[in-house]
């Protein structure tokens, strides 16, 4: 079967479906690690606390409480990495498996559709789940080298090197949150491209509700409410 031949097992509306779910996946990341500081996202709240946090590490003595924390981190990104990597085998043992997604097209469609579509439309679902492992293994690696660099800052709080060291480690640390953060953008829209499965319109409104999940979470939720209040005694 030619590309062409291909090509036409899929109608404009697929096209259509598949290019918004990219581009929406594609904006709101942008959007989210680009916010306004006047309407800043709880991302980027967010990585300004993690600088405070290694700012006030380096005068605390003993250092406990602070590898408690990354070490809860590093084990948060490499759950999801796991649960990826899982979710990826089901997908490719699916793809490998035509008599099971004959199932599935019969269970979700009385229309019959070549073994092709159903194969394309998993594939979307496993390179959404590809690019949330890869990220969640970056974030854990990153995560990593955060508690090397926090490693060595000097228990003197007096030492030169010990508040840039600090800042560097900040910075790595934010590094991994957004890989983490990424990755979890990935796995809500693998999760919304499932809609495909039903056709290209339940796609584009599985697009626009996960869209609107993200938003809400990152610029009108409680939580970045509460980031937001001011400091008081």
């Known amino acids: 079967m030619s590309l062409t031949e291909r090509l036409s097992l899929f109608s404009l509306m697929d096209g259509t479906a598949v290019c918004l779910i990219i581009l929406a996946w594609s904006l709101i990341g942008w959007r989210i690690e680009h916010a306004s ?3 800043p996202s709880v991302s980027r709240l967010m990585a300004q ?24 981190l590093r084990q948060g990104a490499s759950f999801f990495a796991s649960a990826s990597m899982i979710a990826i085998g089901g997908g490719m043992a699916l793809l490998g498996n035509t008599d099971r997604l ?9 229309a019959s559709a070549p073994e092709l579509v159903w194969e394309v439309k998993i594939l979307l679902v496993v390179l959404f789940l590809a690019n949330a492992f890869l990220s969640f293994v970056w974030s854990h690696r990153l995560f ?7 490693a060595s800052v000097s228990v003197d709080p007096s030492d030169p090197t010990a508040l840039p060291r600090a800042r560097k480690a900040g910075d790595i640390n934010i590094s991994a949150a957004r890989s983490f953060n990424r990755g979890l953008r990935s796995v809500y829209f693998a999760m919304g491209s499932l809609a495909w499965l039903l056709g290209p319109v339940p796609l584009i409104a599985a697009t626009l509700l996960t869209v609107i999940v993200l938003w809400r979470r990152e610029f009108a939720s409680h939580s970045r409410a509460v980031l937001m209040q001011p400091d008081e005694a």
């Open 102 to 110: 004959r199932g599935v097209a019969h269970d979700l469609t009385l």
């Open 37 to 39: 500081p006047n309407r």
């Open 144 to 150: 990593g080298y955060c508690a090397v660099v926090m």
């Open 49 to 72: 606390y993690r600088r405070d946090w290694m700012v006030q590490f380096v005068d605390r003595d003993p250092r406990i409480f602070d590898s408690a924390i990354l070490s809860t």
